[in-house]
């Protein structure tokens, strides 16, 4: 067990790079990802893992992705709603597009910049 000044300078030197870890640019080995995905599952922080794996934040990031340890794909990102592209934006019409006297001419605004 390392003493928490211990821990700050190993922190510290990982991510100023002034130390090579053991592990760094190395492939990940089955056993790796496994004990990734325990100390992930258990609720540990990238920080502590990257310590324990020997590996960079970044690499424990992606290869966590990698895992779907977060859970994207049965939970994805929400994208924005494209069948509203070529609504119109100004204030008014934003609240009620039919009461905004300008909303023939928004679009046609919009029409001529998108056609430039």
């Avoid at 895992?67 to 929400?78: C, F, G, I, K, M």
């Avoid at 609504?87 to 300008?102: F, I, Y």
Wanted: overall charge neutral; aromatic content about 6%.
């Amino acid at each position: 067990m390392i003493t928490s000044q211990e821990y700050l300078e190993t922190v510290k030197n990982m991510r100023n790079r002034t130390t090579r870890l053991d592990r760094e640019g190395d492939y990940w080995t089955q056993e790796e990802r496994e004990k990734l995905t325990r100390l992930f599952d258990s609720g540990a922080g990238l920080t502590d893992i990257a310590i324990q794996l020997q590996r960079t934040e970044p690499a424990v990031y992606q290869q966590a992705e990698k895992l779907d340890l977060y859970r994207r794909q049965a939970n994805p990102v929400r994208h924005k709603d494209s069948s509203r592209a070529n609504d119109c934006l100004c204030d008014r019409c934003r609240l009620d597009t039919a009461s905004c006297p300008r909303s023939t001419a928004c679009m046609k605004e919009r029409e001529g910049i998108e056609s430039v």
